[in-house]
Structure formats: C-alpha cells, structure tokens
C-alpha cells in the first residue's frame, strides 16, 4: 500500500494551493481517505476525510477549514484532492494523506507535504 501527497509549497495569505495524494497497493473504493497536517510543535489534526461503505463519497471538514477546503477524489486515477482556498498562516503544517477502513481507523499513512502559508 502506497499514498505519495504533493502539492504543498509557499503561498501567501488569501492564496490557493491543491493538495494530491496518489494511492496504490489497494481496491480504492473499499478504503476511506483523509487528510490530516501537523503544525510545529502541534499535535496532528483531521482535516477532512472522504468516506466509503454505507457513506460512500460522504465528506466531512473540520470546523477550521470548512468553507476554504474541498476534499474530492478522481476513482479511476486512484487519486484525493484537497482544494484549499483563502489560506491562512495558521493552516502552515505537513500536511498528510491516509487510508483505512473507515473514517475513524486510519492504517496507511502517506509521506507529508508541507504547506506555508506567508501573512
């Protein structure tokens, strides 16, 4: 199982950035993916998460970015997205791409990439 994120750089305040995550080693549609980040000296944190089984496609933000980030997913590249608008320099953190089973168990981790957002 592989999850390769890219997308991350340094962008000003107010800016956009689009985050990917490329999956393989795994049925695509049996797995939930997330998108969580990490600031300095912060604990990881949820972002956003898309769901499979009975909530197949369903989406969930947390409250911090809802409205500025969208997560989507192309099934047939085995891919997720995660649009993020109107950044700000409190969204600065490794961002991390994940696969499991549900949206509450996560056992496949991708390598992160950092996003710094500049005020």
């Known amino acids: 199982v592989q999850l390769q994120a890219s997308g991350g750089g340094l962008v000003q305040a107010g800016g956009s950035l689009r985050l990917a995550c490329v999956t393989s080693g795994f049925i695509f549609d049996d797995y939930a993916i997330g998108w969580f980040r990490q600031a300095p000296g912060k604990e990881r944190e949820g972002v956003s998460c898309i769901s499979r089984g009975d909530g197949y496609g369903n989406t969930d933000y947390a409250d911090s970015v809802k409205g500025r980030f969208t997560i989507s997913s192309d099934n047939i590249k085995g891919a997720v997205y995660l649009q993020m608008s109107n950044l700000k320099p409190e969204d600065t953190a490794v961002y991390y791409c994940?696969?499991?089973?549900?949206?509450?168990?996560?056992?496949?981790w991708g390598q992160g990439t950092l996003v710094t957002v500049s005020s």
């Open positions: 994940a696969a499991g089973p549900s949206t509450v168990q996560f056992n496949y």
